[in-house]
């Protein structure tokens, strides 16, 4: 059974929560979770692949056990900043094509980038409630008794931490700058022939896969 250690890491004054395991000097794998969810979600997995991998997931600021600092000293932006250090990717449902949001989903978030407003607002507020983050567990799921309840009481109470809220309806409002950059991105796979597993669960209702078509044709 592989050990898993559990760390704090300050990185330009915040601190930082990460779970670690496997060989140092082994290839190493970078766990990246998505909203609404933290390094929790690769509990279970990151034993499995610490045989052969150094394995490290970080809860990202505003998650977890990360600090959330406020909207008004930090601004949400994740940069590559040494692409030669990726060796390959598996995006598990990612998106990086216009054609791949699903409506029904964005929409939401599409009105409150685009103003503002009190009632904007309160509709993006419900993705913070128990019961849409429990939503993002099990919908599409077949049975979902095999889906661990605690994983959406964890986030649910991280995500409910006194100004946590503003924290994320800034990474909301900050989506928008996303879609620009798809176009570098593209050429970033083109001329680096970086490897590239992308995959999706068949019921996403976020991301949707069959949206892809020829879209991702021209951009691989």
């Known amino acids: 059974m592989a050990i898993v250690h559990h760390r704090y890491a300050t990185v330009d004054g915040h601190r930082l929560f990460y779970r670690e395991a496997g060989d140092d ?37 505003g998650f977890g056990l990360s600090d959330a600092p406020s909207v ?11 692409p030669a250090a ?7 449902n990612g998106n990086a094509y216009d054609a791949g949001f699903v409506e029904s989903f964005w929409k939401t978030v599409w ?9 904007a607002e309160a509709a993006v507020r419900q993705f913070f409630t128990l019961e849409a983050t429990r939503w993002q567990y099990v919908t599409g799921v077949q049975d979902q008794t095999l889906v661990d309840p605690e994983s959406w009481f964890h986030d649910y109470s991280l ?8 924290v994320q309806l ?14 570098r991105l593209h050429e ?31 951009s691989t």
């Not at 394995?55 to 990202?60: E, F, K, N, T, W």
């Not at 990726?86 to 598990?92: K, R």
């Not at 001329?191 to 019921?203: E, F």
Request: proline share 9%; charged share 15%; aromatic share 12%.
């Open 111 to 119: 009105d409150y980038q685009s103003a503002q407003t009190p009632e």
């Open 159 to 166: 995500l409910s931490r006194p100004g946590n809220d503003a």
């Open 72 to 82: 008004d000293t930090f601004g949400w932006r994740l940069a590559l900043g040494k």
């Open 25 to 61: 000097a082994a290839p190493v794998l970078v766990l990246l979770h998505g909203f609404p969810t933290s390094s929790h979600m690769f509990r279970h997995l990151i034993p499995a692949l610490a045989g052969e991998y150094g394995v490290i997931a970080p809860d990202l600021l």
């Open 188 to 218: 970033y796979f083109r001329a680096t022939r970086v490897p590239l597993l992308a995959v999706w669960g068949r019921g996403d209702q976020i991301f949707g896969p069959a949206r892809c078509g020829s879209v991702c044709g021209r």
């Open 170 to 183: 800034a990474l909301f409002r900050d989506y928008a700058t996303n879609p620009p950059l798809y176009p």
């Open 86 to 92: 990726v060796t390959a990717i598996i995006s598990q």
